[in-house]
């Protein structure tokens, strides 16, 4: 099982990032997708979420309105574009697979927004 994130980097105050995270080693259609994200000295915190068909997508507050979590199952593949982006998203961004009790994790990807 593998959860490859990529797309982070060094962004302006206002820019936009689109990460991506590539699944695979498992049946990438029936779990629901989540990204999350850690900052320097903070808890991992939950970002946003899209269910298995992709129908139904729900957002943290702090996030609600800038960033956009998507899938595609043909390509075993979840994104997270996100706009608007402030410093206090600098954070390392964790795509997160989940079905029932069973869930797997990414090694991260760096996001800084800084001037």
């Known amino acids: 099982v593998q959860l490859v994130e990529s797309g982070g980097g060094l962004v302006q105050p206002g820019g936009s990032l689109r990460l991506s995270c590539a699944a695979s080693g498992f049946t990438f259609s029936s779990y629901t997708m989540n990204w999350y994200r850690q900052a320097p000295g903070k808890e991992r915190e939950w970002v946003a979420v899209?269910?298995?068909?992709?129908?139904?997508?729900n957002y943290a507050d702090s996030v609600k309105g800038r960033f956009t979590i998507s899938r595609d199952n043909a390509k075993n593949t979840v994104y997270l574009q996100m706009n608007s982006l402030k410093p206090e998203d600098t954070a390392v961004y964790y795509c997160?697979?989940?079905?029932?009790?069973?869930?797997?994790w990414g090694q991260g990807t760096q996001v800084t927004v800084s001037s």
């Open positions: 997160n697979a989940k079905r029932g009790g069973r869930g797997y």
């Open positions: 899209i269910t298995s068909a992709g129908g139904h997508t």
